[in-house]
Every structure is written in C-alpha cells, then in structure tokens.
C-alpha cells in the first residue's frame, strides 16, 4: 500500500538537511525637523559579532511567528519604536553575510511620522539607539551623521551587510514613490510638508 503523507511525515528525518538561521532586519526611516535630509534609526550592537558598531535594528526569527511579526518584536525590543507601515523590501541570504553562521535575513521598510517618534531607547543587545541623517556628498557617496553628536562616517562602517540593505532600501522607496506618492504620507501629515519629501527624495 502507497504511504500516506501522515506517515511519511511521522518518518521524515527533519535533521537530513543543514537549516540556515533566519532574521529580520527594519530600516526604519523619518525625516528631519525640517525636511531637508531622510534620516535613520540604528542600534549599536552590545554583543560580538560587530560588538559597538552601528546597525539596523533586527535579530533572529522565533520558530512560530510570522516575518512581519518578528521584525516588529525585533523593532520594539531593540528601539521601544511601533512600526506604522511596514513593507519587506528583500532578502539578503549571501554565505558569508554573518561569521557566526548561515543567516537569511528578511529586510523590512518602516516609515515613521517624526511627531510620532517618541520615546526611542535601545533595549535587548542593544547597547544604544540614535537618529543617523543620510547625507550625499559632493561625490554623491552616501554617508551618516549622528543627529546628536554630528559624528559622521561611511557606509562600510555599518555592521555585517547593511550598507547593502539601507542602500537597497532607500532605492526601494524611492521606487514606491514612483507609483504611489501618497506613501509619504507616512512620513509627514500636511499636503505642503508632503511636496517637501517627494522634492527630498528627488535630491538622493
């Protein structure tokens, strides 16, 4: 008699195969008080690997909750900030993306109002959260600059491969405006202030 499939999955070796760890990791973006430059939100991480760089807040994917749901647990644990709109942008699965071992990590794009963005603090491994502005040189090369200490360096500086994955995400928003400009809504809360992000878009 042909098995049924309960009985091959009561038999299924599920250790025949490596198993990769999965994460997620959120860009969440805002602007500044006055709209002339997007900014950032990262944590510095308080464990090795990459122990005090800066990075995009994220972290491993518990077995029973969906994507969406852990990078919005990562996010609160990480930052205490709720994500509003959440949109996954890609996946970065390259072999040797972490030293630690084999991780896939789902990146999400969260767009916040900056009247909204209270009460940022860093938790979990996190040892602090800060507001980074992305700036473009004169060589139009993207760098950061800590919004309270004015610190700034290159995007090669960021943790694991997330150079990769804030510059994927920045093209994937400035793609979205494309075909939706309402999506800065999200960003901003008056039509006047809206026209003001979609020129900022424009310039990066």
Same mark, same amino acid.
């Given at each position: 008699m042909e098995q049924t499939e309960k009985e091959f999955l009561k038999t299924y070796d599920k250790n025949k195969y490596e198993k990769p760890s999965v994460t997620t990791d959120i860009i969440v973006m805002s602007t500044d008080e006055n709209i002339s430059a997007l900014r950032v939100l990262l944590i510095q991480r308080?464990?090795?690997?990459?122990? &005090?760089?800066?990075?995009?807040? *994220? *972290?491993?994917?518990?077995?029973?909750? $969906?994507?969406?749901? *852990?990078? @919005?647990? +990562?996010?609160?644990e990480e930052t205490n900030v709720d994500a509003d709109y959440l949109k996954q942008v890609q996946a970065f699965g390259a072999?040797?993306?972490?030293? !630690?071992? !084999?991780?896939?990590?789902?990146?999400?794009? $969260?767009?916040? +109002? @900056?009247?909204k963005l209270i009460g940022v603090q860093s938790g979990d491994d996190a040892k602090d959260a800060q507001w980074f502005l992305i700036r473009l040189s004169e060589d139009h090369e993207y760098y950061l600059e800590n919004e309270c200490t004015h610190e700034s360096? &290159?995007?090669?500086?960021?943790?694991?491969?997330?150079?990769?994955?804030?510059?994927?995400?920045? $093209?994937?928003?400035? !793609?979205?405006?494309?075909i939706n400009e309402k999506i800065v809504n999200?960003?901003?809360?008056?039509?006047? &202030?809206?026209?003001?992000?979609l020129d900022l878009l424009k310039a990066y």
């Open positions: 308080k464990k090795h690997p990459f122990k &005090d760089y800066w990075a995009i807040p *994220g *972290g491993f994917l518990d077995i029973h909750e $969906s994507l969406e749901d *852990g990078a @919005r647990r +990562e996010l609160k072999v040797q993306r972490d030293p !630690r071992m !084999r991780v896939i990590s789902i990146a999400y794009l $969260s767009l916040i +109002e @900056r009247s360096f &290159d995007l090669n500086h960021l943790a694991f491969d997330h150079k990769k994955i804030l510059l994927t995400a920045l $093209s994937e928003l400035k !793609r979205e405006v494309l999200h960003l901003v809360n008056d039509q006047e &202030d809206s026209q003001k992000v």
